[in-house]
T-cell receptor
C-alpha cells in the first residue's frame, strides 16, 4: 500500500539519452511535486502541479519536462541527459485544500537515483 | 540569502542521550510552517514534526519535540532517549505564507547527519 510510488528506483544511462521517471500517489492529494537531491544531499524543488495544472516551475533547464495526466500521476521526462543531471529525484504529494487542519506536509516517494555516465 | 540554516553538518551522540539539532530560518512573512524530516541511509524522506508560526505551544510527536523560539527564528528538533535507529540525515524545512493550492513549496536546509553510538 505504497502512498507515493516512483519507478524506476535506479536509472543508469549514457549522456545524451532521454529518460522518464513515473510517479503515482494514492493519498487523494491535490498537489504533486518533483524535488532534486544533489550529491551533497541538498533538496530543491523543481516543479509543482495542482490538479494537473503546473503551478511552480523553478529555474530548471528546458530539457526537463513534467507531465501530469491526472491529479494522481506526475511524470518527469528528461531529454539529452548530462552528467550534472545525476542525482536522486523525489516525487512528493500534499494536500492543500480540504476539511480540517492542514499542515501542508509533503509525503515523499522513495526516490529515483539517476546516474548519467 | 539562505532561508533555512542547519549549522551542524554532523552530530555524534551516545545511545539513550537526548540530542538537539539546530535550525534557524529567515522570513518576513508572519505566516509560515516549519517541518523536520528524517532521511535514513535507505534514502526515503520521513516526516517527523510540524510547527505553525501561530502555534502557541511547541509541537511534540512521541520522542520528537520542536523547540520553537519565534523571536530568535529558530526551530530546533529535540530527540529524547536516542536510539540506534535514529542515525540518519535530518532536514529542517520551511513553507512561507499560507497554504495556497499548488503554490506552496518547502525550502530545505542542508541537513545534519546524526550518528548514534552504542
Amino acid at each position: 500500500d505504497t502512498a507515493v510510488s516512483q519507478t524506476p528506483k535506479y536509472l543508469v544511462t549514457q549522456m545524451g539519452n532521454d529518460k522518464s521517471i513515473k510517479c503515482e500517489q494514492n493519498l487523494g492529494h491535490d498537489t504533486m511535486y518533483w524535488y532534486k537531491q544533489d550529491s551533497k544531499k541538498f533538496l530543491k524543488i523543481m516543479f509543482s502541479y495542482n490538479n494537473k495544472e503546473l503551478i511552480i516551475n523553478e529555474t530548471v533547464p528546458n530539457r526537463f519536462s513534467p507531465k501530469s495526466p491526472d491529479k494522481a500521476h506526475l511524470n518527469l521526462h528528461i531529454n539529452s541527459l548530462e552528467l550534472g543531471d545525476s542525482a536522486v529525484y523525489f516525487c512528493a504529494s500534499s494536500l492543500t485544500r480540504g476539511r480540517g487542519f492542514i499542515t501542508g506536509e509533503l509525503f515523499f516517494g522513495e526516490g529515483s537515483r539517476l546516474t548519467v555516465l | 540569502a539562505q532561508k533555512i540554516t542547519q549549522t551542524q553538518p554532523g552530530m555524534f551522540v551516545q545511545e539513550k542521550e537526548a540530542v538537539t539539532l539546530d535550525c534557524t530560518y529567515d522570513t518576513s512573512d508572519p505566516s509560515y510552517g516549519l517541518f523536520w524530516y528524517k532521511q535514513p541511509s535507505s534514502g526515503e524522506m520521513i516526516f517527523l514534526i510540524y510547527q505553525g508560526s501561530y502555534d502557541q505551544q511547541n509541537a511534540t510527536e512521541g520522542r520528537y519535540s520542536l523547540n520553537f523560539q519565534k523571536a530568535r527564528k529558530s526551530a530546533n528538533l529535540v530527540i529524547s532517549a536516542s536510539q540506534l535507529g535514529d542515525s540518519a540525515m535530518y532536514f529542517c524545512a520551511m513553507r512561507e505564507g499560507i497554504i495556497i493550492q499548488g503554490a506552496q513549496k518547502l525550502v530545505f536546509g542542508q541537513g545534519t547527519r546524526l550518528t548514534i553510538n552504542p
